[in-house]
T-cell receptor, first 114, second 112 residues
């Protein structure tokens, strides 16, 4: 099976802009989780979608949002970008709702905000 | 704050030696998972150990879990240069937010 894919792999944006990241899970997986990774804060959970419904949400401001489509592909959107949003954004898929099962991670999208 | 705390933060050993990394956590868990991350890339799942298990093996990996001490260890035997990576533990807390909580990781370097 093909692995988790994320697009784009690299992105440079300016403060105040918005950005949309995409994640395609492993075929048959219905759960997609998003994480933000920074050197200072480490890996932090953003949200999880399962069968097009947001199941869980981390402690991030409302500027961070996401959705999942009927084919399980997911997008996350960050509006009004801030310098602190610069990070590696990782998505992970699992066959069932994520936390008790192994998660398969994509390569990540490296977002740089200038 | 992070649920899992890895120790040490960085470890450098010679190829062929064994590497041991530790993870401590704060609250009761359903399971604990270990992941590997090569520089700036996605994470790779290594092993999952449930709260009622004490030890699991997978190839050169051995994981132990001590729920009374709220700690876990990951042992990599006969290390190879390709094992150079960051290793993270992730816990699934019984109570609280229903999400995996990752530690800060251990940076492992295998010297040839």
């Amino acid at each position: 099976k093909a692995g988790v894919t994320q697009t784009p792999r690299y992105l440079i944006k300016t403060r105040g802009q918005q950005v949309t990241l995409s994640c395609s899970p492993i075929s048959g997986h219905r759960s997609v989780s998003w994480y933000q990774q920074t050197p200072g804060q480490g890996l932090q959970f953003l949200f999880e979608y399962f069968s097009e419904t947001q199941r869980n949400k981390g402690n991030f401001p409302g500027r961070f949002s996401g959705r999942q489509f009927s084919n399980s592909r997911s997008e996350m959107n960050v509006s009004t970008l801030e310098l602190g949003d610069s990070a590696l954004y990782l998505c992970a898929s699992s066959s069932l709702s994520g936390r008790s099962y192994e998660q398969y991670f994509g390569p990540g999208t490296r977002l740089t905000v200038t | 704050s992070q649920q899992g705390e890895e120790d040490p933060q960085a470890l450098s050993i010679q190829e062929g030696e064994n590497a041991t990394m530790n993870c401590s956590y704060k609250t009761s868990i359903n399971n604990l998972q270990w992941y590997r991350q090569n520089s700036g890339r996605g994470l790779v799942h290594l092993i999952l150990i449930r709260s009622n298990e004490r030890e699991k093996h997978s190839g050169r990996l051995r994981v132990t879990l001590d729920t009374s001490k709220k700690s876990s260890s990951l042992l990599i035997t006969a290390s190879r240069a390709a094992d150079t990576a960051s290793y993270f533990c992730a816990t699934d807390p019984i109570q609280g937010a229903q999400k995996l909580v990752f530690g800060q990781g251990t940076r492992l370097t295998i010297n040839p």
